[in-house]
């Protein structure tokens, strides 16, 4: 499959060192740039991308916004948020509005390609432990009353899927969740499917998100990976 990927950011120079990153290999076709996330809903519904590259700070409409428009609407595209800054509140609550992960703007090529395939394919590109950064340096107004929220939640789990939840949280795969619980990979994905349809989520990033939340890591002791 040919990754069809659209380029937003204020700056010239960045866009046209991505195009020349990503446009320079067969898998992966730039189909559209912008330069502002006030453009981003026509040029997606025009060309389709699977994933788009949003830089979070722009003049006019941030990437912020453009990232909780774009997961509102009907099978839209993965979005991975491009920042220079490795804990940042806005990153935070893309994250939480369903981006599928983010790159430092500085981050080796080969890892950038590696990050839009990942995405492509269904996987989030954020490890357990920035996950915990994020939420350690980043705490916004009101943590113990989103601690409340996230664990009534979670309420909604059987056992095996609150037990699924809690290896998403940890940053597990599919695989490693199977082996773990003594089950089969299938069964952990439809286990994760309805995580995230009676969560009302849209990838496991955000599962993990509101398992770190709700505080299950540290009361089953997990560690920094």
């Known amino acids: 499959m040919t990754i069809r990927v659209l380029l937003v950011d204020d700056d010239a120079l960045v866009r046209a060192g991505l195009r020349l990153m990503l446009g320079g290999t067969p898998d992966i076709e730039i189909v559209g740039e912008a330069a502002d996330g006030g453009q981003v809903v026509r040029l997606v519904e025009e060309q389709r991308p699977h994933v788009v590259l949003m830089d979070i700070r ?24 491009l920042t220079t800054f490795h804990a940042d509140a806005q990153v935070l609550r893309a994250l939480r509005a369903g981006a599928a992960g983010f790159l430092l703007k500085d981050t080796p090529p080969a890892e950038i390609l590696a990050a839009v395939r990942k995405v492509a394919s269904g996987e989030p590109v954020l490890s357990p432990a920035v996950t915990r950064q994020l939420i350690q340096h980043v705490t916004p107004a009101g943590y113990d009353s989103r601690r409340v929220r996230a664990r009534k939640a979670l309420t ?34 439809t ?3 309805r995580i995230l349809t009676k969560l009302d989520l849209n990838n496991r990033v955000q ?8 505080g299950l890591l540290e009361e089953a002791g997990t560690s920094d990976e």
């Open 207 to 214: 599962v993990a998100l509101l398992v770190h939340d709700a």
């Open 58 to 81: 722009m003049p006019t409409v941030d990437g912020l916004t453009a990232t909780e428009t774009l997961r509102r609407g009907n099978r839209p595209p993965e979005v991975v948020v």
């Open 191 to 193: 286990h994760v499917s």
């Open 156 to 189: 909604v789990l059987g056992e095996r899927e609150s037990e699924v939840a809690l290896g998403v949280g940890r940053g597990q795969t599919n695989a490693e969740i199977a082996g773990s619980l003594y089950m089969s990979v299938p069964t952990v994905k």
